[in-house]
Nanobody
């Protein structure tokens, strides 16, 4: 199982970017999917999370500007980022709680997977 993120880049303040993260491999089911970020010199923090049922939760700093969504048929999670600010500059990581096929008979079993980060740079 692996997660592949894409969509980062350089954007001016006030601009928009859309991140994508696709899960692939021997997957039985995916529970929560989310995005985290880590700015230089800071700890990794939660940006947004979405459950398999579509419930969402956001960090206060991005509420009203970022939208997380997922396509369960494609095992993909998205992060639409609008009204970007310089303080949004960070490496963004996708995360997913996945039950691999070999554990299909284990109810509520999940393993934590991380994608390689994608850099988002917002210039002022």
């Amino acid at each position: 199982v692996q997660l592949q993120a894409s969509g980062g880049g350089l954007v001016q303040a006030g601009g928009s970017l859309r991140l994508s993260c696709a899960a692939s491999g021997s997957i039985f089911s995916i529970n929560d999917m989310g995005w985290y970020r880590q700015a230089p010199g800071k700890q990794r923090e939660l940006v947004a999370v979405i459950t398999s049922g579509g419930s969402t939760n956001y960090a206060d700093s991005v509420k009203g500007r970022f939208t997380i969504s997922r396509d369960n048929a494609k095992n993909t999670v998205y992060l639409q980022m609008n009204s970007l600010k310089p303080e949004d500059t960070a490496v963004y990581y996708c995360n997913a709680d996945i039950r691999p096929i070999i554990y299909r008979d284990y109810d509520d079993y999940g393993m934590d997977y991380w994608g390689k980060g994608t850099l988002v740079t917002v210039s002022s």
